[in-house]
């Protein structure tokens, strides 16, 4: 399964799990559209680091956080090997 089928999948069990009604999960949705708050973002960086082996968003000082799913999903799919 490709990353980015990974992500959408996780991201649909946290809102399933969170009780979060999800837009189409489109690469423009801004992650503040999905409707996921802090915790539900902090338990999808926890799954994706279990499932994928890395977190992004701690791999570099110089950090840039994404505002889109697609963004997000980049983030992952650009993580150096």
Known sequence: MSVRL???AAIKQIADE?????PAL?????LHETGFDS???AIL?????DDLGVDPFTL???VTFPN?????????ENVPA
Do not use: N
């Open 45 to 49: 960086v926890a799954r994706l680091e």
């Open 18 to 22: 969170q009780k979060v009604k999800l």
């Open 39 to 41: 915790l539900a973002f």
């Open 60 to 62: 570099s000082e110089e």
């Open 26 to 30: 489109t690469d423009d949705l801004t």
């Open 6 to 8: 990974r992500i959408v």
């Open 68 to 76: 889109t799913i697609g963004d997000f999903i980049m983030a992952y």
